[in-house]
């Protein structure tokens, strides 16, 4: 009687969940620059929270609830700029700079909108939406002085709205004609300067007057215009190898077919973004409302766990490029094989680092001077993250391998329809009508994303998603909406 062959299963197993030495030299490549810039980033945004947080936990809160604002603001100018970088990128590939140039003045029109819903909505209810998360129980004195640190760094950091803006604009328009370095060497500029600069003015250093947050939003201001100066300069200097700057602003008119065509494009991405920002903030809302420690405690954990974070998420370029290269080729079995290697070995990562991080959590908070409640949430938090990070590496690969197909809806309805119709919810259900404590309740909400995670293999699996956008049809079809928009 003949037996199964063994080999034969874990034959099939390692091809399909693990690659060569020839596979992952290709993902190292793509994402080792990625981990360390976004590793230094994150490290400097430590050492700029921990300089808050040496001031004192009311300061240090303050600032974790004003950014939770303007990281709405963030990621819908990243979002309201993805769209027309889809264009920008094909003009720059058929050498047509006018087409580029039109995608830049369009992007220009998106951002002065944000901008202006932005600055309105901060300047009239920014106190507001501070007091939102001031609603758990705590000493009044210290909520007061939250909301008043909040504001003051609200009001300074308004000013620096502008020039991050202009600098996403000009960054990701050099991304697609290829440049990353000018981009990378601003950016690095960028944080060198806050980090000097937040030294010497929250610390009232080098004869400098100590102004605690407000120093700190001042050098965060500073810094942005420091990066959009260095990028504005570079390009405008070098009009030859950059020439969609010529002319660019003789005129703001855009042909209206490529206004359209941008618009239909960037819509769904900006409304995926803006709805899962704001999802996030008001997870942070939620849990708020548990205590005013609860709100220091997650902002030392998100600070700390994003320097654990920076390989499961730089992992989401590596299958948006590696299986989206495969798709390009009409190699679909290759797209399916990529998509299950790289969530297997970012899963195979995260429980390694996730490991670390368990150790970790006891000793990490104690950096920062405050209480002992707040180091001891943030240990359970840091914890809890430490446990999720697998998971989260799974639904991360998988909404950028359903991107990578073209799949937009479906990925807005795996991000931000989940994010509302079911971790929202579930969330505020069981913080307003059940008894149970923070340090339950907190790892029991994040269960919800066990289920997004089995969602993500089931669409991963089902190959629903593995389409080639770029076979002859879908070819001709670009050129000929291309050549009407022209």
């Not at 620059?33 to 303050?62: H, R, W, Y």
């Not at 002992?372 to 949430?377: C, E, H, I, P, S």
């Not at 391998?401 to 971790?423: E, H, M, P």
């Amino acid at each position: 009687m003949n037996q199964p062959s063994t080999d034969g299963v874990f034959g099939k197993i390692k091809n399909t969940f693990i690659g060569d030495r020839k596979f992952y030299t290709k993902v190292f490549m793509l994402v080792l620059p990625l981990i360390v810039q976004n590793a230094i980033s994150n490290f400097v945004n430590l050492l700029d929270n921990i300089m808050i947080g040496q001031v004192g936990t009311a300061q240090m809160s303050g600032v974790a609830i004003a950014n939770q604002l303007f990281f709405v603001f963030i990621i819908t100018v990243f979002g309201g700029l993805s769209g027309a970088g889809i264009f920008g990128a094909q003009f720059f590939g058929a050498g047509d700079h006018e087409g580029l140039r039109n995608t830049v003045r369009f992007k220009l029109w998106t951002v002065t909108v944000i901008l202006a819903i932005a600055i309105t909505v901060f300047m009239t209810g920014g106190d507001r939406l501070i007091s939102l998360y001031l609603t758990g129980e705590g000493d009044p004195a210290e909520r007061a002085a939250m909301f008043e640190y909040g504001r003051n760094y609200l009001r300074i950091m308004l000013w620096g709205l502008f020039p991050f803006a202009l600098s996403q604009v000009y960054s990701g328009t050099l991304r697609e004609t290829g440049e990353t370095f000018i981009p990378m060497v601003a950016s690095l500029a960028g944080v060198f300067t806050n980090l000097c600069l937040n030294y010497v003015l929250i610390f009232g250093k080098f004869g400098f007057p100590a102004l605690g947050v407000e120093g700190a939003a001042i050098a965060t201001v500073i810094s942005r215009f420091v990066e959009l100066a260095i990028i504005i300069v570079y390009v405008h200097k070098n009009p030859e190898k950059f020439k969609f700057v010529r002319g660019l602003y003789r005129t703001m008119r855009i042909p209206k077919n490529l206004s359209l065509n941008i618009i239909k494009k960037g819509i769904p991405l900006l409304i995926n973004e803006l709805l899962w920002s704001l999802g996030m903030t008001t997870l942070t809302q939620i849990f708020s409302t548990k205590g005013l420690n609860v709100v220091a405690a997650l902002n030392i954990t998100s600070t700390l766990t994003n320097m654990f974070n920076v390989v499961y998420i730089s992992m989401g370029s590596a299958v948006a490029v590696m299986v989206g290269q495969a798709l390009g080729a009409n190699d679909i079995p290759r797209a399916k094989q990529t998509a299950w290697r790289l969530i297997f070995f970012n899963v195979c990562v995260c429980i390694v680092i996730g490991s670390i991080l368990v150790v970790l959590s006891p000793v990490l908070p104690h950096i920062y001077n405050t209480t002992d409640d707040v180091y001891n949430l943030a240990t359970r938090f840091m914890q809890t993250s430490a446990v999720y990070m697998a998971i989260n590496a799974v639904t991360h690969c998988s909404y950028f391998t359903i991107r990578s197909g073209g799949k937009t809806f479906a990925t807005f309805l795996f991000d931000s329809a989940y994010t509302w119709v079911i971790f929202v919810p579930y969330a505020y259900l069981l913080t307003h009508f059940t008894s149970l404590n923070i340090y339950v309740l907190y790892p029991v909400c994040y269960l919800a994303d066990v289920i997004k995670c089995i969602i993500g293999i089931t669409v991963v699996k089902s190959g629903y998603w593995a389409q080639n956008m770029v076979s002859d049809t879908a070819s001709k079809e670009c050129i000929e909406s291309n050549t009407e928009t022209l």
